[in-house]
Structures are given as C-alpha cells and as structure tokens.
C-alpha cells in the first residue's frame, strides 16, 4: 500500500470520528432567516437552518395540516347544515282598462326569506368510522413530520461531515504534492552528483503529476461538498463548514437488546404503520356501513311577501323526517367493502415489514459501527507503518541503497 492510500485511510478515519460524535454533539444555535446565511456554520446551526428551509419537511407539515382539517370536518358531521335563504322580484306590467279606454301601468313584486336546517339522525355508524379514521390519519401525518425531521437531520449531518472530509483529503492530496516535489528535489541533487539517474528523476516528476492531478479533483470535490451543504441549509453558494470541537466516538450507553426495543417502540416509521392501519380498519368499518339504512331529519321556515316589509306577509313550516336504503346498486358496496379489506391486509403487512425493517437498521448501524471502530484503530496502526516506511526508504535512496521506485510505491 502506499504512503498516499494509507493517508488517504487516515483522513478517511477522521471522517469516522465525526460521524461516530455527529449524532451527540450539540451546541449553542444562533436562530437565522434562510436568507441570512454566513460563509461558515457549525453543525447546530446548520441542523436547524435545514429544518427551517426544508421543502420535504414543508409538504409533510402541510400534510399534518390537512388531517387535522379532515378531522375537524369529521367532527363537523355530527352537526346539522343550516342554510339561511333570501329572494326579492321586481316585475312590471301594463293591462287595459276598459272602463277608461286606457293602458294602465303597475308591478307585481315580491319577497321571501327561509331558514332550514337537515341533519342526519344515523348513517350507520359511518360517522363514527370516519372521525376514528382522522384521528388515526393525524397520528399518521405526525409520525411520518417526524420521521422527515429525523430525515432533514441526517442528511445535514451527511452533507457536513461529508464537507469535512473532503476537506481533510484536500489536505491530504496537498500533503502528497509536498513529498513529491521533496522526492523530485532529491532526485535532482543525486542526478547532479552522478550518484541518479534521469529515469529517477522522470519517475519523480509523474509521481508529482499525479499528486497535482489528484490534488485539482479533490479541490473540485471539496466546492461541490461545500454547495452541497449551503443548498441544505438554504444558502444560494458553497459554506464551509466549522468542525466540532470533540469528534471521539463515545460509547453507546444502552445493550443492543435495549437498542431494538427503543427503535420498535419510537421509531416514526413503526408508529406510521400502525397509524396507516388504524386507518384502514376505520375505512373497512365506513365501507361496511353502507349495508345500513340512512335516516334523515329536516325543517325549514319560510316567510313571503308583495312588500318590502316585515310586516304582514304569508310564513310557513315544514318537518320532515325519511329514511333510504339502497337494496342493490350494482354492486359497489360489495366492492368498496372488497377494496377496504384489502387494503386493511396490505397496511398490517406494512406494519409488520416496518417493525422487521427497524430490526434489520439497527442491527446494520451496530455492525457497521463495531467494524468502524475497528477499522480506525487498523488504520492508524497502518499510517504509522507507513509514514516509517517512508522515512526509511528516503534515507536509504540518500545512501543509494535503494531506489527512487521504492520511495514512490512507499
């Protein structure tokens, strides 16, 4: 392996420790507008600038917003619809007089005003089927808000510690152009004093090329990292970002058994699901009801008159309670019920894939966690090696026991 691999393992290694210290390091956050957004941020401030500018975040509030007008309208139903009514007609009209030989001018005018009111005595427990299914709907829609946010977070702190680590290898890569340039000019001296050759120093000088070649791709990569981030926290160019002051990893402070029972019992996605099936179960109870009659109470109050004035004028009430059942329409209450049974079936299988998921996350991010750690201690073991190897090489290239290739492949 060579010394620029294993560096680049190094920086890599870095990268670790904060992701590893990312999830558990916090600090003061400085409230921002979108538009107000600095050059540089900290990991918190960007946390929260993410939440604020967010669009996926934005449509599953608007979401949440939308339930809970669905529930209100749910409520609603259990009241009655009350309309208030009001008319007036100007109308003229000329008739002949044959006592006076003449066409007389008059007008046929009139006025009205109701008040009526209908309400719904029993739909067959449809109402009550709709407001459990709202409810459910909201527990939903704030599930999934939550599992958005927890979404937002971790793409933020992606898009951060992603920024940091390509600046680490632009470093790196900075590091590796420096030993080439230091390779070249001890190549030169030995070429000067006859003790090289001009291979050496040709091997040299591509060795150099290449470095500044890797060097140019991660400076590219470190602005794309950089407008990456300021795009997720709603900055129109690239921010760089402030590294936390601790970014060791620290234990976890819960057993894996415990990890699985708290992700089931929190995790938004689980809690979704079982919302999504409540849901579900309301709609196949609503579906069902239709095999039930609807009874219908209504009464209304109306006044008319030829004049504009309340006074005098003709008023009458009417009261009126019905009733309806459909004895066949073509089948679509079999079919809504087959429909919402269905998809009841498809939701508890959801629910059940989510619980499962959960189980198989959890379990991923320990293993990848307990190899990462492992993982850094390899590498600095391996980097330590190396920078030896190194070291030894040049000193013997120097003495002309070795040559140049073995301090390249170093």
């Not at 680049?8 to 210290?21: D, H, I, L, Y």
Request: hydrophobic share 40%.
């Amino acid at each position: 392996m060579t010394v620029g691999a294993l560096v680049r393992s190094r920086a890599g290694t870095s990268c670790v420790f904060m992701m590893a210290a990312a999830a558990a390091w916090g600090g003061p956050v400085a409230a921002q507008e979108p538009g107000a957004v600095a050059d540089s941020v900290g990991l918190g401030e960007a946390l929260e600038l993410a939440l604020i500018v967010s669009p996926a975040l934005a449509q599953s509030t608007a979401s949440l917003s939308q339930a809970d007008g669905s529930r209100r309208m749910a409520w609603g139903s259990f009241l009655p619809n009350v309309n208030l009514s009001s008319g007036a007609s100007v109308q003229s009209s000329s008739q002949f007089d044959p006592g006076t030989q003449r066409v007389v001018s008059g007008s046929s005018d009139s006025y009205n005003a109701g008040l009526s009111a209908n309400y719904q005595i029993f739909q067959g427990g449809r109402r009550f089927n709709e407001l459990d299914r709202s409810s459910a709907g909201i527990l939903e829609a704030e599930a999934r808000l939550e599992d958005q946010r927890f979404s937002v977070l971790l793409q933020t702190r992606t898009f951060f510690m992603n920024a940091l680590r390509q600046d680490e290898l632009v470093r790196v890569a900075e590091g590796s152009v420096s030993r080439a340039e230091e390779s070249l000019d001890i190549t030169r001296r030995r070429v000067q004093v006859g003790t090289g050759t001009r291979s050496d120093s040709l091997r040299t000088r591509l060795e150099l090329a290449n470095a500044r070649q890797a060097l140019l791709q991660a400076r590219n990569q470190l602005r794309a990292s950089r407008f990456a981030l300021g795009r997720q926290i709603g900055a129109d160019g690239p921010v760089v970002p402030l590294p936390p002051g601790n970014l060791d990893p620290a234990p976890l402070a819960l057993r894996e058994v415990e990890l699985v029972e708290l992700a089931q019992s929190v995790s938004p996605a689980v809690r979704a699901a079982e919302a999504a099936a409540s849901v579900a179960d309301a709609s196949v109870g609503s579906a069902r009801a239709s095999y039930l009659p609807n009874i219908n109470l209504s009464s209304g109050y109306t006044w008319a008159n030829n004049q504009a004035s309340f006074d005098g004028g003709n008023t009458s009430w009417n009261f009126r309670l019905s009733g309806s059942y459909p004895l066949f329409n073509g089948f679509q209450r079999e079919e809504q019920v087959s429909q919402a049974s269905e998809s009841r079936r498809v939701a508890r299988l959801q629910e059940e894939d989510a619980r499962r998921g959960v189980r198989q996350d959890v379990d991923a991010a320990l293993r990848t966690l307990e190899t990462q750690e492992q993982a850094i201690e390899i590498a600095r073991e391996a980097v330590a090696v190396a920078e030896e190897d190194l070291r030894l090489n040049r000193e013997r290239y120097r003495v002309g026991v070795a040559t140049i290739l073995d301090v390249i492949t170093s």
